[in-house]
């Protein structure tokens, strides 16, 4: 049974930094990539970070230089380094794997307010 568990979350100032992890049991996490996605009230969940099997990252433009998406592959776990933050970066954050389906999981809050 594939599991994905995300902690992390937070409330914090503008320019504050927060570290989100998922860790992820139940299938060989090592040959997965893996997605970080939020989803703010009201938008559409979007795809925020990527990593590949082989470490290769991909950002979406509106966090790019400010988000570092990691793994660790000895621990099954992902990490996603968010600093900078902008109030416009609060939503719920999912990670995220697609093996034959996607598999998420229950998300964890971030609220980025003053």
């Known amino acids: 049974q594939v599991q994905l568990v995300e902690s992390g979350g937070g409330l914090v100032q503008p320019g504050g930094s927060l570290r989100l992890s998922c860790a992820i049991s139940?299938?060989?996490?090592?040959?997965?990539?893996i997605n970080w996605y939020r989803q703010a009230p009201g938008n559409q969940r979007e795809l925020v970070a990527t990593?590949?099997?082989?470490?290769?990252?991909n950002y979406a433009d509106s966090v790019k230089g400010r988000f570092t998406i990691s793994r660790d592959n000895a621990r099954n776990t992902a990490h996603l380094q968010m600093n900078t933050l902008k109030p416009e970066d609060t939503a719920v954050y999912y990670c995220?794997?697609?093996?034959?389906?996607?598999?998420w999981g229950q998300g964890t809050q971030v609220t980025v307010s003053s």
């Open positions: 139940g299938m060989a996490f090592s040959r997965f990539a």
């Open positions: 990593i590949s099997t082989g470490g290769n990252t």
């Open positions: 995220n794997v697609r093996w034959g389906r996607n598999y």
